[in-house]
């Protein structure tokens, strides 16, 4: 049975005049057969539950279009409105629009019923110019409008009118004008903030929900006045999200102990370690399940086992509550269950390989080329299994560098001594290789150094494998002699210098390393770097994370005032100082060999170069 256009005027006024009186705060004057031109009627806002003349807030106009849908599941939907009608609801300080799906259906007896959906829009002035913005030709007589499902509760419905009311009201004078953006008001010096708000009816039990529910726009504040002033940022879809920290776990086994819960007007969807989203819809009882593995090779070995576990369980919890995986496929989720399990297992080793070489970095699927799978491949069963590599990077000799993507390995390479083209890998930093210095000197020709000697600015900004916490202990185990702290003298250099180009954790562990060297030198090699030297490398490290204190500028003047230091010192002194005029007049007296030094020197950072 269909419905005639009569009767779905009358039961589109009369389904939205019933939602509208259930609330306390708003009542419906629309009479069904008596409309005018361009409105259906309106909505009177009280200020509270007292219906009276005198609690009236205000009231607005509405239209309001029926529609034949049987499927009524959407929770958007777009209608067609007249233009020159929308234009008029612009002039006229905006408008509600409701738009009514109607189907008959069969009761539980059998019996002829309506099912109705309302979905609206609170056409705001702001919002009615974003609308007729999207209008192509002069011609153009009707356009699409976005409509979304009416809530159900009253007090919903109470709000969103509360609030399309006040604005409304804001708005009124700006319609059909050009809204400025917050550069405009910035460039004309006007603009003293922005504002915007959410009102509610009553206690707001949810300010959250109710900020979501509710259209919020933005207001500029404007310098000297109390006017607020719309602002060109037009309402979009908002959504909240926030960590929520618990423990999730499968059979007693923790995998994550937080996740993120991200709140829209129509959803909530708790998203997992990255790796599985619930998605609850507002206006349905049914929830959607979706999961994917992340890029990371690390981070997939811990969604992999996860989800492998939540698929052969049936479930997961959270705080020791249950949730259902929502498949009642058994087939598909043993399936699941298999293929997560063998992923799991691949990545379990290339997770061993990495901790075992003390790497705390992550391989990335994106990041990687045929050949960086290779070299995966060789060097987890190399390290694993200590299976010998065949066709070694030619980067990689004896002590050398082990490339798979974006990380980098130090490794030590010992020959297969049954297969001359094979080669064993062991982890650099692990390894008890002795290094043996080859200099023209033949003081030192066969000098026994430090391992880590051979590591300078690019490896130690490079190398994933890179233990710092062995660095200067392998030093301090050699006796000190001028060539041992001449080396360490430049190790410290280089932490410096790869300190300035480091982020994260690494440029932490970088200055952590650089300042244990720096006063390390100080208390144990005084009469071969010289006092001074060492002192403003202490300085300078210092000076990178902080001012200085009184004390420590004073040590700098006493440094330059009673001792007699060669000039590329004093210039470093004043670089320290903050003194340029003083550090560029003692460079000018360099000679072309030490000037062209001293600028690969890292105190040469606080050079203050003069704008062109």
């Not at 807030?57 to 939907?77: L, T």
């Not at 603009?191 to 900020?211: A, L, N, Q, R």
């Not at 259902?324 to 390989?353: G, P, Q, T, W, Y």
């Amino acid at each position: 049975m269909r419905l005639s256009t009569k009767q779905i005027e009358e039961h589109a006024v009369s389904a939205v005049k019933e939602r509208i009186n259930l609330s306390p705060y708003l009542e419906a004057y629309i009479n069904e057969n008596d409309k005018g031109p361009l409105w259906d009627g309106h909505i009177c806002v009280y200020k509270n539950s007292e219906r009276t003349n005198a609690n009236i807030d205000g009231r607005f106009p509405v239209q309001i279009k029926g529609k034949d849908a049987p499927d009524q599941s959407k929770n958007e939907i777009t209608y067609q409105f007249n233009c020159d009608n929308l234009r008029h609801y612009l002039r006229d300080g905006g408008a509600m629009l409701f738009v009514v799906y109607l189907s008959v259906v069969l009761d539980v007896d059998g019996c002829d019923d309506i099912k109705k959906t309302i979905y609206y829009n609170t056409l705001t002035p702001v919002k009615l110019m974003q609308i007729l913005q999207g209008i192509k030709r002069a011609d153009q007589e009707t356009i699409a409008v976005r409509l979304t499902r009416l809530p159900r509760a009253s007090q919903d419905l109470s709000n969103i009118c509360l609030n399309f009311l006040i604005d409304c009201h804001k708005q009124s004078s700006f319609a059909c004008t050009s809204l400025p953006t917050i550069e405009q008001l910035l460039e004309k010096g006007a603009f003293d903030g922005i504002v915007t708000s959410v009102s509610s009816y009553g206690k707001m039990p949810d300010p959250i929900g109710s900020f979501l529910q509710s259209e919020t726009y933005v207001y500029a504040k404007i310098k000297g006045t109390d006017a607020l002033m719309p602002l060109n940022i037009f309402p979009e879809a908002k959504s909240i999200s926030e960590t929520i920290h618990a423990n999730i776990s499968v059979n007693n086994k923790l995998y994550y102990s937080s996740y993120c819960l991200i709140r829209s007007a129509t959803t909530s969807t708790a998203r997992i370690g990255d790796c599985l989203s619930i998605t609850m819809f507002q206006f349905q009882k049914n929830c959607k399940v979706s999961f994917e593995l992340p890029d990371g090779l690390r981070e997939r070995y811990k969604a992999a086992s996860f989800l492998q576990a939540f698929f052969q369980n049936g479930g997961f919890e959270i705080n020791s509550k249950f949730f259902d995986n929502h498949l009642n496929d058994e087939a598909k989720a043993k399936r699941n269950s298999d293929a997560l399990e063998r992923i799991a297992m691949s990545c379990r080793r290339v997770v061993d390989m990495l901790d075992k070489l003390n790497c705390s970095d992550d391989i990335f699927i994106s990041q990687m080329k045929p050949v960086d799978w290779r070299n995966l491949d060789s060097l987890v069963k190399a390290i694993l299994d200590n299976v010998p590599i065949k066709n070694l990077p030619s980067n990689c000799a004896y002590v050398g560098k082990y490339d798979v993507g974006k990380l980098h390995f130090a490794v030590c390479a010992e020959q297969d001594k049954a297969d001359k083209s094979a080669y064993y890998i062991s982890d650099f930093f692990s390894s008890d290789v002795r290094l043996v210095a080859s200099f023209k000197n033949p003081e030192l020709d066969g000098v026994e150094v430090p391992k880590y000697f051979i590591l300078h600015k690019d490896e130690l900004l490079n190398i994933s494998n890179i233990c710092f916490d062995r660095l200067l202990p392998a030093y301090q185990q050699f006796e000190m002699t001028p060539f041992l702290a001449d080396c360490a003298n430049t190790m410290l250099l280089d932490l410096i210098s790869a300190y300035d180009e480091a982020t994260g954790k690494r440029q932490q562990a970088l200055y952590n390393t650089a300042i244990a060297f720096a006063e390390w030198l100080l208390d144990t090699s005084d009469d071969m770097l010289g006092h001074n030297v060492k002192l403003l490398n202490k300085l300078q490290l210092i000076k990178r994370k902080r001012a200085f204190t009184y004390e420590e500028r004073q040590l700098l003047l006493n440094m330059e005032e009673n001792s007699p230091e060669s000039d590329d010192i004093r210039v470093g002194i004043y670089l320290l100082l903050d003194d340029q005029e003083r550090a560029e007049l003692y460079y000018q007296k360099l000679d072309e060999k030490t000037k062209t030094a001293f600028m690969q020197y890292p105190i040469y950072k606080f050079w203050k170069h003069s704008e062109a």
